[in-house]
């Protein structure tokens, strides 16, 4: 029998519904647990030794990979703007067309999404293995809390690794550009500086993008940490929990790039 067509045009309509709705609960449940992070945070109820072991899993364990993007996020944005620079006789300008795009946008991104790929999907397949091998249910029956003890120290960590890996990945990326663009176009790395210090670019470009690094390792933290402590259905949970943290961590990221962007400019 064939489906009446009032039911096949109002489908499409029922299923943009239950989307939006599943992304409002994703959304309200990510903010009760923030408050519950910072709650916590505030009376200063967190283990201080877990802290410091998640600074270096997640912070010192992931210069390799920031160390490879940031240079060769600075060579890539060089060559982007090699045409441009031979085309005018620009060369003065090449620090200040290379550190503008690095330092507001490109530098913070890309070390937010390499942060996301390395650390959120590890923070998560942790988490969701200590729930699936009920680890969490024995810190309660020994009145641990979870929140405390495993959430607050990773929440801090991932935040404060962003900030500095952005700050070490853009001085990398403007080391990079600065002797890509010697290579590629003969400019001289004092030449570039001089761009790059020339006014053109202040603290205020500076602060844009490590502000940004502060919002994305928000949604980074709290999409980790959400889809972890509620990973059900066993290893293929885990699995599934991994794979919407990196899904909405780095859809977050971008969306909230082109908030922060348009708010403060």
Same mark, same amino acid.
């Given at each position: 029998?064939?489906?009446?067509?009032?039911?096949?045009?109002?489908?499409?309509? +029922?299923?943009?519904?239950?989307?939006?709705?599943?992304?409002?609960?994703?959304?309200?449940?990510?903010?009760?647990?923030?408050?519950?992070?910072?709650?916590?945070?505030?009376?200063?109820?967190?283990?201080?030794? /877990?802290?410091?072991?998640?600074?270096?899993?997640?912070?010192?364990?992931?210069?390799?990979?920031?160390?490879?993007?940031?240079?060769?996020?600075?060579?890539?944005?060089?060559?982007?703007?090699?045409?441009?620079?031979?085309?005018?006789?620009?060369?003065?300008?090449?620090?200040?067309?290379?550190?503008?795009?690095?330092?507001?946008?490109?530098?913070?991104?890309?070390?937010?999404?390499?942060?996301?790929?390395?650390?959120?999907?590890?923070?998560?397949?942790?988490?969701?293995?200590?729930?699936?091998? /009920?680890?969490?249910?024995?810190?309660?029956?020994?009145?641990?809390?979870?929140?405390?003890?495993?959430?607050?120290?990773?929440?801090?960590?991932?935040?404060?690794?962003? $900030?500095?890996?952005?700050? $070490? +990945?853009?001085?990398?990326?403007?080391?990079?550009?600065?002797?890509?663009?010697?290579?590629?176009?003969?400019?001289?790395?004092?030449?570039?500086?001089?761009?790059?210090?020339?006014?053109?670019?202040?603290?205020?470009?500076?602060?844009?993008?490590?502000?940004?690094?502060?919002?994305?390792?928000?949604?980074?933290?709290?999409?980790?940490?959400?889809?972890?402590?509620?990973?059900?259905?066993?290893?293929?949970?885990?699995?599934?929990?991994?794979?919407?943290?990196?899904?909405?961590?780095?859809?977050?990221?971008?969306?909230?790039?082109?908030?922060?962007?348009?708010?403060?400019?």
């Amino acid at each position: 029998m064939n489906a009446p067509a009032s039911f096949i045009l109002t489908r499409p309509l +029922a299923g943009l519904g239950a989307w939006f709705l599943t992304l409002a609960q994703l959304v309200g449940a990510m903010g009760v647990l923030l408050a519950r992070i910072l709650a916590r945070m505030a009376l200063g109820r967190f283990d201080f030794s /877990e802290l410091l072991k998640n600074l270096y899993k997640m912070g010192v364990k992931s210069l390799p990979i920031v160390v490879v993007t940031a240079l060769f996020t600075g060579g890539i944005m060089v060559i982007q703007a090699a045409p441009i620079v031979e085309r005018y006789g620009a060369q003065g300008l090449l620090g200040w067309g290379a550190g503008f795009g690095t330092l507001r946008e490109i530098g913070p991104l890309l070390t937010a999404l390499m942060i996301s790929g390395r650390v959120g999907a590890n923070n998560t397949a942790e988490l969701g293995t200590m729930v699936v091998t /009920e680890q969490i249910d024995a810190l309660r029956a020994l009145a641990i809390d979870p929140v405390s003890f495993l959430l607050v120290p990773r929440f801090i960590g991932i935040v404060t690794t962003l $900030f500095l890996s952005t700050v $070490f +990945a853009d001085a990398l990326a403007l080391l990079g550009a600065a002797y890509a663009g010697f290579g590629i176009l003969g400019v001289e790395p004092a030449v570039f500086y001089n761009g790059l210090t020339s006014g053109l670019l202040g603290l205020g470009d500076v602060l844009h993008g490590l502000f940004k690094s502060v919002v994305f390792g928000i949604v980074i933290a709290l999409a980790s940490c959400q889809f972890g402590i509620n990973t059900t259905g066993g290893a293929p949970g885990v699995g599934r929990s991994v794979n919407a943290t990196v899904v909405v961590s780095a859809a977050g990221i971008f969306v909230l790039d082109y908030i922060v962007s348009f708010a403060i400019g």
